[in-house]
């Protein structure tokens, strides 16, 4: 799942760097990161949801934060532009997800109408960051065990 987020980010506008790993680690490695940046943290619990005609579901929680590289000493109302940057680069990476393709499906399925939550960051981590972090639940397309 992983690397399947990381090719939609490579994807996106200006091509942000990608980071993955835990807030601890995404605050070591972001000194060293170039910017913008999708940082996606651990999965949250997988819901793995059996279907009538034999294959599965799988339900991701994702929670992945869109940032730019900020100068400590900015107040919050100077950085309003880089939030509406990365909430740019939020929509776009929820347009691509929808549109992924491995194989020769679609790899992710947005439902219509299933909400994404976006909240503004600032200040974040060492480095001093800002953008907005977004929790998203992608749904696998059909797994069928063929053995």
Do not use: H, W
């Not at 760097?17 to 913008?36: C, M, Q, R, V």
């Not at 590289?69 to 939020?90: C, D, I, S």
């Amino acid at each position: 799942m992983r690397n399947q987020i990381e090719s939609v980010a490579q994807t996106l506008t200006g091509t942000p760097a990608f980071l993955y790993g835990t807030e601890k680690e995404l605050n070591t490695l972001a000194d060293d990161a170039s910017f913008p940046c999708v940082m996606l943290y651990p999965m949250q619990p997988i819901v793995v949801s059996p279907q009538i005609n034999g294959s599965v579901d799988n339900v991701f929680t994702l929670y992945l934060e869109f940032l730019f590289k900020t100068e400590f000493g900015q107040y919050t109302a100077e950085n309003e532009t880089y939030v509406q940057q990365a909430l740019r680069l939020a929509n776009e990476f929820m347009v691509k997800a929808a549109k992924y393709r491995d194989g020769d499906g679609r790899y992710f399925r947005i439902k219509a109408g299933e909400k994404a939550k976006c909240l503004p960051v600032y200040n974040k981590f060492d480095t001093n960051t800002t953008g907005v972090g977004l929790t998203i639940t992608l749904n696998t397309m059909y797994y069928e065990f063929l053995g």
